[in-house]
């Protein structure tokens, strides 16, 4: 079967530690999402994981690359980082275990939810580690047949 | 209930959004782990929140959450303000601490959103 193409593509830079500019890219997802007619509660789980694997680029990393394929039926969302990796990545899973410094904390973020939701949100979530080098989170999201 | 509602019963102060005080709240969250709200808050939801910085209107935005209040009197600042202005979400400020707020607007009959689904 060949390789279906994406109605849409995008690529876009995130920049670690910057606060300001965190959610840009997540937010610029959720208006394609929007105008592309998928349902909102499709787009909700698309859009809450892609902000959580941003924040976490922009709270851990030095810079990344997000990228998303929309389809007819499914986004396929990839974000590749370098930056620190991940070294326990079991640990990293357990919700309320993080790594993030206080003054993240102080923002709300940080609170070791960051991957659950992630993993809650996504219908695939492989993450491939590499300390002191980076890490790349693959995310797909399927369009069930209830439209969520 | 409306925001207006809330207004009242809170005595807040509206910071941006005046516009939008008819907007028809079904649920409220008080949290300050933007995480959970990410993971909780349902549609028609309200957050009242003591965080002030920018990632809580771009924690909003993502899941359309249709207000914030500020309890104990937080005010963010100026930029946070104009980032909640162009994405259209409406800031309140309340002088009252977050379980209180939480408990007025509760007693008035305003659900939590784990109770999603029931008769709002």
Same mark, same amino acid.
Do not use: A, H, R, T
């Given at each position: 079967m060949p390789e279906e193409h994406p109605l849409i593509e995008m690529e876009r830079e995130i920049a670690g530690g910057d606060f300001q500019r965190a959610g840009d890219v997540s937010s610029e997802l959720k208006n394609i999402l929007q105008r592309a007619g998928f349902p909102p509660a499709f787009n909700r789980r698309v859009v809450i994981a892609s902000y959580e694997a941003e924040m976490n680029v922009v709270i851990h990393a030095y810079r990344g690359v997000f990228r998303a394929r929309v389809y007819s039926d499914r986004v396929h969302v990839e974000i590749d980082d370098q930056g620190p990796g991940i070294p326990d990545l079991e640990l990293a899973f357990q919700e309320g275990y993080s790594t993030a410094p206080p003054h993240i904390r102080e923002m709300g973020f940080g609170a070791g939810y960051g991957l659950s939701n992630m993993k809650k949100c996504s219908d695939v979530l492989v993450i491939d580690t590499r300390v002191q080098e980076g890490t790349k989170v693959v995310m797909d999201f399927f369009l069930s047949p209830s439209n969520s | 209930m409306t925001l207006r509602e809330i207004k009242e019963i809170l005595e807040a102060e509206v910071l941006?959004? @005046? @516009?939008?005080?008819?907007r028809e709240i079904w649920y409220a969250c008080g949290s300050d782990l933007l995480s959970d709200v990410l993971a909780f808050a349902k549609e028609h939801a309200l957050l009242l929140t003591g965080l002030t910085n920018s990632q809580v209107i771009r924690t909003a935005e993502m899941i359309d959450l249709l207000g914030i209040v500020f309890v104990r009197g937080k005010r963010p600042e100026h930029s946070t303000i104009e980032l909640a202005a162009l994405k259209g979400i409406p800031l309140l400020t309340t002088r009252l601490p977050m379980y209180e707020s939480c408990g007025r607007l509760y007693l008035k009959g305003l659900k939590g959103c784990s109770e999603f689904g029931s008769n709002a």
């Open positions: - | 941006v959004g @005046e @516009e939008f005080l008819d």
